[in-house]
């Protein structure tokens, strides 16, 4: 077998992931992405990107550097901390991902939100389209259920066999994608799945009891129940739904909705014209001016929901406050994890906005991961981006490090003895 997988980073993070499928002098990579943490880097710090490599932010991977090797980039989904690294790649690279990534890719370019450094090299997929990214590498991009537009898990085939790499996924009670994902891969014989839901160093129990559908209506029930006129909410504007449902809830509610000028310029290609008419902007700092969407002066709007991202976080003096709440809907910063969250609520404060917390996680809990699993029942698999994968360990597990390569044969050879000796 000449098949062998690395694992550069995201085995024991969340985010940041970055692993390599070979066949020979060919590579496919499995995702770009920026580390949410690194113990060494700063965006104080002046660093070349030499400094980078040395201090491994950006992973040292050889083929990219080797004139014989055919090298292709695979993003399973348009969240950082999967793609944030792009920018580092060689001009020449081909970056492969599914049509509705593309779209949105074009779209955050648009805003100024990605730089498009590779837009040239970048091919738009469509989803259960089996594709040959290298002479010997296929891939294809399987729709999975997570919280933005072309989410995707990744099948990649070589002659020695399969890989599939979950991406970011999440278990709905409506979802259909993730069930139907389930069944495509099962028995596959490597499977690299997320295990985020693992939040705690403890064990979970195995459940396929499915989470409440983000888009369903109790999401919002309770924001009629408070006593506000005007909710201020923090949104992750590249979670497409969920603005679009934002929009539907505040319209069926006979109210106004108010984005920021950068998200209507990126929502109105996502809208048609009838769900506009109930939707404003405002001015926010952004060369980029919504073509369909009115604009509104915010200090009028004393009702309905209005966005507020945290680097505007001062526009606030511009609101009307008098009967307002903050509501954060996964918006950055997204917790007490992140240095700028109490930054955030001391703004807050300052304002005497009360705080209401609405997110819904993009992923799946752990005893849905666990269950995953079962059900896919690959010859073995290894747990990525999570701070506990070691929690995910069973019969077909394989215990893969960073920095380590390994042949796919000696992977399922691996688990079959520790399986046998089980």
């Keep these: 077998m000449e098949t062998s997988i690395t694992f550069y980073r995201g085995i024991d993070t969340i985010g940041g992931i970055i692993f390599e499928v070979s066949y020979g002098k060919e590579s496919f990579i499995c995702d770009y992405g920026k580390p949410m943490n690194h113990p060494l880097f700063s965006k104080d710090i002046h660093l070349s990107r030499a400094d980078l490599k040395d201090i491994g932010y950006i992973p040292d991977i050889k083929r990219m550097h080797d004139k014989d090797a055919i090298v292709a980039v695979g993003v399973s989904h348009l969240h950082i901390d999967h793609t944030g690294m792009l920018d580092y790649l060689p001009n020449d690279i081909a970056i492969y991902m599914s049509e509705p990534s593309k779209k949105l890719y074009e779209q955050l370019i648009y805003i100024n939100e990605e730089t498009g450094s590779h837009i040239k090299n970048t091919c738009g997929i469509t989803y259960n389209t089996k594709v040959k990214v290298t002479p010997n590498i296929s891939v294809t991009f399987i729709p999975v259920n997570h919280d933005v537009p072309g989410a995707s898990s990744m099948m990649i085939e070589t002659p020695d066999g399969t890989v599939v790499f979950s991406g970011d996924v999440r278990l709905h009670k409506h979802d259909k994608e993730t069930r139907e994902w389930m069944r495509r891969v099962k028995h596959t014989d490597y499977l690299i799945i997320e295990s985020t839901g693992f939040f705690e160093d403890k064990d979970y129990v195995e459940t396929e009891e499915l989470t409440e559908n983000i888009d369903s209506s109790e999401l919002l029930e309770g924001v009629a129940m408070l006593n506000y006129d005007l909710f201020i909410f923090n949104a992750y504007h590249r979670d497409i739904n969920r603005l679009k449902y934002l929009v539907r809830y505040a319209t069926e509610h006979g109210q106004p909705i108010v984005f920021e000028k950068k998200t209507a310029r990126l929502l109105e290609n996502y809208l048609n014209n009838g769900e506009k008419s109930n939707v404003y902007y405002y001015d926010t700092p952004s060369e980029n001016t919504p073509r369909t969407i009115q604009k509104v002066d915010i200090e009028v709007i004393t009702r309905g929901f209005v966005q507020n991202s945290f680097e505007n976080i001062a526009a606030l003096k511009r609101f009307n406050l008098e009967r307002a709440c903050y509501l954060h809907l996964n918006g950055t910063p ?89």
């Design 334 to 422: 997204l917790g007490p994890y992140d240095s700028n969250y109490n930054v955030l609520l001391d703004w807050l404060r300052y304002y005497n906005l009360e705080i209401v917390n609405h997110g819904t996680s993009g992923h799946a809990e752990a005893g849905q991961i666990k269950h995953m699993i079962t059900e896919i029942n690959p010859k073995a698999y290894t747990a990525v981006h999570g701070l506990n994968t070691h929690r995910l360990k069973g019969a077909n597990h394989f215990p893969a490090k960073h920095g380590e390569t390994y042949i796919l044969e000696d992977i399922l050879r691996h688990t079959i003895k520790a399986s046998d000796r089980s």
